[in-house]
């Protein structure tokens, strides 16, 4: 069964450097997001992603995200300087047209120390 | 905007007995619901969805979950439980435009011997 693949599984930074978490989406998708999960907290949307550009962003996606698809198969979310609040599982997720295959990867841990 | 409430943060059940999860959405349009489930420290795993159709789902690992408009539910069930079912339920709503999702708070499910 087709997977989003997620790289790395857990990732240490310290406060202040950038991050990139990167995805592989399931390779005919169109459609991508990024959500994070702080610990013992619910699943929140971050940002979709079509077509090159952003569709639509949550209000915690401010200037210090961004996301990016530099190769057509790589999907990247990065953070310019880390807070420790940004510390969280970051999970990546693709869908086809409609809600085709939405899968979801198996996360990113972020610790910010 | 959406919204999904999962009133119940902690469910005990015994192995081999039912168990029953409640979620209640908002959402003006026609929902698209999910149920995922997340093993401590895992990523999310899909058990079903809802899109059209029969408004009782059939998914992974022998849960069902029967949609009702008219109560904005999607319960979640399985008829009797294992020591493995023990996890954290998330149930989502996506909206029709960009399937941008939308999760509850979750329930978590311990299961006792």
């Known amino acids: 069964e087709p997977e989003v693949t997620q790289t790395p599984s857990h990732q240490v930074t310290q406060m202040g450097q950038e991050v990139i978490l990167r995805c592989v989406p399931i390779?005919?998708?169109?459609?991508f997001y990024w959500y994070r999960q702080i610990l013992g907290q619910k699943v929140e949307f971050l940002v979709s992603?079509?077509?090159?550009?952003?569709?639509?962003k949550s209000e915690i996606f401010d200037d210090q995200f961004s996301v990016e698809r530099p190769d057509g198969s790589n999907f990247t979310l990065k953070i310019r300087s880390t807070k420790l609040e940004d510390s969280a599982m970051y999970f990546c997720?693709?869908?086809?047209?409609?809600?085709?295959?939405?899968?979801f990867g198996s996360g990113t841990r972020l610790t910010v120390v | 905007a959406q919204s999904v409430t999962q009133p119940d943060i902690h469910i005990t059940v015994s192995e081999g007995a039912s168990l029953e999860l409640r979620c209640n959405y908002s959402?003006?349009?026609?929902?698209?619901l999910f149920w995922y489930v997340q093993s401590p420290g895992q990523g999310l795993q899909l058990l079903l969805k809802?899109?059209?159709?029969?408004?009782l789902v059939q998914g992974i690992k022998g849960f069902e979950a029967e949609f009702k408009r008219s109560q904005s539910s999607f319960n979640l069930r399985k008829p009797s439980v294992h020591w493995s079912d023990a996890a954290e339920y998330f149930c989502?709503?996506?909206?029709?435009?960009?399937?941008?999702?939308?999760f509850g708070a979750g329930t978590t499910v311990t299961v006792r011997a």
């Open positions: 809802y899109f059209s159709g029969d408004t």
């Open positions: 989502a709503v996506g909206t029709a435009n960009d399937y941008k999702l939308s």
């Open positions: 959402y003006g349009a026609t929902p698209y």
């Open positions: 997720a693709s869908r086809g047209q409609g809600a085709t295959g939405y899968t």
């Open positions: 992603f079509y077509n090159n550009e952003i569709s639509e």
């Open positions: 390779s005919n998708h169109l459609y």
